[in-house]
């Protein structure tokens, strides 16, 4: 392996391997078909590229996010590796140039997504070239029990046709023992030598707390611990408010999500992995590319989707080895609310057929026709038009998506981005002075609360909703508070691109991939499950928890997690606690928060103990929330 280190050492300027990375790398120099599972932050693309930078040829590397190529493409050009993506948007004739480079350029990587491989000429193109080894990089989205199924996976076994004595590499970061099976199956790989990686993360202490004040404990969490911190969010608006509410406390603390620019996107990351801000409040959308070892801890505010998210979310905290925190805060009301959207937008037959008709009446798509047919697309005109969900209908667009009926373009944006140049009081005299303005304007600013300090992704449509009022209505005031100067405001374009890619068939279209959305919903409810226990156990470790969802079994407590905490700490007497607050009572009226602070016992004990005390009428709540005794 003297040959590998020294690529390693020249690369990547490691001294040595992680387990199991030499043993992959030597498994796939043999000639053998790999399957890999190892946790994020494991080093799984030095384990397929140090192989093929020692061998003749190069490396196919399947990928099914954009981004992530980009990524990876962009760190071996870095290290003077040549290497080229096949990424979307992409022309016929750029794509002729970059795959006549590959063939005659001595390039040593290319990348392509899965869907790229139905493409009849650009197969023939890579049956072509010197390929030396095959990666499927997310493999766990081969399979229909993967939390990121695309069916064009199913066809990457082809290859061995072609390519019969080239290993093939599977690689996955999270994959249940059901998943693992299925890769390997729908793959195709033959007698493979299987390596996984423990998900264990010792220095990790998995939390879960069910609160009512979620920022209130947010605070007290980065109080205590004032290094990097990652808070997860489920959509953009969260984004904004946590981040304003944490600001608003004193905390540096900036956003990330899908619907910034690249530019704010790159902005907001780099004065984070600076630390001139310590919070980073993000969506899933902030995850590619994150490498920041020394990040104290991530925060749930929501409950994740599934736990495949949520351990590579929570597996951002301590890299550096030292001691992290991975929490979720919950409250009962989460419960109820994931539930009933998960319900909501899941998808059956019965919808997707009337969602797919309906899309091809609205582009005047007869049946048999509308191949290779393209059009501007505005969701939330069509979802208005025909009455549909705007989630669940974008939940069904991806679906046939990721089944190539169609391609969607992912370039939704809202049409306005807006801010207040005035200040608050100056906005209500304006009010004053144009009574017709008032309700729409104060709709806005109850919308988006965080409009007067940045620039605020906008929907007129929304808003001209919430108001009673036509959407017209709402832009011509809108005209009329940037022509006073109260507003700076700029009109994007909010039409994605979708092209068809089959003809229209309608039950027999949908019929075919019926099987694959039953599965994909039935796997929501079962994810969704999993969370749920997860969260709700409260006699057993949580890391023992994730680590048997993902097949680890016979693991011992970890001693570290909430659950670990509160089995070792001792019992509080309820007398001690009660005595404790009846002292701190005879000073002064205090309410929860000063109580929490003032008696040193666990916040679930005091909770108890104030009920005990308000039901024997030693103690009243008054009106202003504040605690008193009893004269």
Known sequence: MSEAIQILQKYWKHESFRTPQEEIINSILKGQDTFALMPTGGGKSVCFQIPTLMNKGMGLV???????????VANLQKLDIKAIALTGGIGTEDMIDLLDNCQFGNYKFLYLSP????????????????????AIDEAHCVSQWGHDF?????????????????????LTATATPRVQEDIITQLGLEQPAVFKKSFARDN??????????KLYRVEQILRKNPEPCIIYVRNRKSCLDISHQLQTLGFKANYYHGGLTSKEKDKNMQLWMREEVQIMVATNAFGMGIDKANVKTVIHIQLPENLENYYQEAGRAGRNGDKAFAVILTSSSDIFQAKDQSIATLLD??????MYVKLCNYFQIAYGEGINETFTF?????CSKYGFPTLKTYNAIQFLDRQGIVTLSQEFSEKISMQFLIPSKEVIRYTSLNPNDEEIVLTILRTYPGIYDMPTTF????????SNHTEAEVNQVLKKLQEKEVITYTAKNNDAVLVFNEVREDDKTINRIAKYLENQSQLKVDQLESVLHYVNDKYSCKSQLLLAYFGEKDTKSCGICSYCISKNKPKSDVALVTQSILENLKSADLNSREIEKVVPFATKDIIFALQ????????????????????
């Open 459 to 466: 929907n007129s449509a929304l808003i001209a909703k919430k």
């Open 612 to 631: 005990l005390l308000l039901d024997n009428g030693i103690i009243l709540l008054k009106n202003n929330n504040q605690y008193t005794l009893v004269k």
């Open 378 to 382: 505005n969701l939330n005109t069509f």
């Open 150 to 170: 695309r069916p064009a996976y199913l066809k990457i076994s082809h290859l061995k046709n072609h390519f019969p004595k080239v290993p093939f590499v599977a």
């Open 62 to 72: 399947i990928s099914p996010l954009v981004a992530l190529m980009k990524d990876q």
């Open 115 to 134: 869907e790229r491989l139905e493409s009849d000429w650009i197969l023939e193109r890579i049956k072509n070239l010197p390929i030396n080894l095959i």
């Open 349 to 354: 037959r019965k919808f997707l057929l009337e």
């Open 204 to 213: 990790i202490a998995y939390m879960v707390f069910e609160v009512e004040d």
